[in-house]
Antibody, heavy 121, light 107 residues
Framework: QVNLLQSGAALVKPGASVKLSCKAS????????IHWVKQSHGKSLEWIGY????????NYNEKFKSKATLTVDKSTNTAYMELSRLTSEDSATYYC??????????????WGQGTLVTVSS | DIQMTQTPSSMPASLGERVTISCRAS??????LNWYQQKPDGTIKPLIY???NLQSGVPSRFSGSGSGTDYSLTISSLEPEDFAMYYC?????????FGGGTKLELK
């Protein structure tokens, strides 16, 4: 069964960076793109971007281009997202999600459990 | 970016009741519309893809419809496990965007 296991909650200081992980299992890691989604407390979902685990190609939401950096380690089937120059606006839960894509049908098929990031001094 | 507006933002309802959640796009999205359910513990799962197609394992009491800019999710008879948050999401154009969410609450 497909599973995306995310790293635990993080408390980070303003101005610092944090690197979140998402370990995939139950499928061939390089066959599906991994996307990341932000959910601020009590708010909706925002798409951050995706990475192709096979090629390392990335595509970002313009809003997050200078904030997030997506990478993968194929040897451990793990995707990473680094968030830089953190402010209180970055306090949120971040989800990794495996995408299903066909010509007509596309959706976020499997989701990690989320990682809560709190930015506070 | 395409804006997705969900109504209502919260909905008190009773067990066995039929409910409908609406989702309006700021421009036509050609049925490229998905629905997700989020439980209080944060778990998110897909419910419906491409407007009206039920995901595997999703009960038949869930259904989706719509076209153009207006879409809806209907639950025909509420069960206890249906009280959760629901989000619509368009994938007609990048970036994919989500509605603001609808919280289904027990009346």
């Amino acid at each position: 069964q497909v599973n995306l296991l995310q790293s635990g909650a993080a408390l980070v200081k303003p101005g610092a960076s944090v690197k979140l992980s998402c370990k995939a299992s139950g499928y061939t890691f390089t066959d599906y793109y991994i996307h990341w989604v932000k959910q601020s407390h009590g708010k909706s979902l925002e798409w951050i971007g995706y990475i192709n685990p096979n090629s390392g190609y990335t595509n970002y939401n313009e809003k997050f281009k200078s904030k997030a950096t997506l990478t993968v380690d194929k040897s451990t089937n793990t995707a990473y997202m680094e968030l830089s120059r953190l402010t209180s606006e970055d306090s949120a839960t971040y989800y990794c999600t495996r995408y299903y894509s066909s010509y007509t049908y596309n959706w976020f098929a499997y989701w990690g459990q989320g990682t809560l990031v709190t930015v506070s001094s | 970016d395409i804006q997705m507006t969900q109504t209502p933002s919260s909905m008190p309802a009773s067990l066995g009741e039929r409910v409908t959640i609406s989702c309006r796009a700021s421009q036509g999205i050609s049925n490229y519309l998905n629905w997700y359910q989020q439980k209080p513990d944060g778990t998110i799962k897909p419910l419906i893809y491409y407007t009206s197609n039920l995901q595997s394992g999703v009960p038949s009491r869930f259904s989706g419809s719509g076209s153009g800019t207006d879409y809806s999710l209907t639950i025909s008879s509420l069960e206890p496990e249906d009280f959760a948050m629901y989000y619509c999401q368009q994938y007609d154009s990048s970036p994919p965007t989500f509605g603001g969410g609808t919280k289904l609450e027990l009346k």
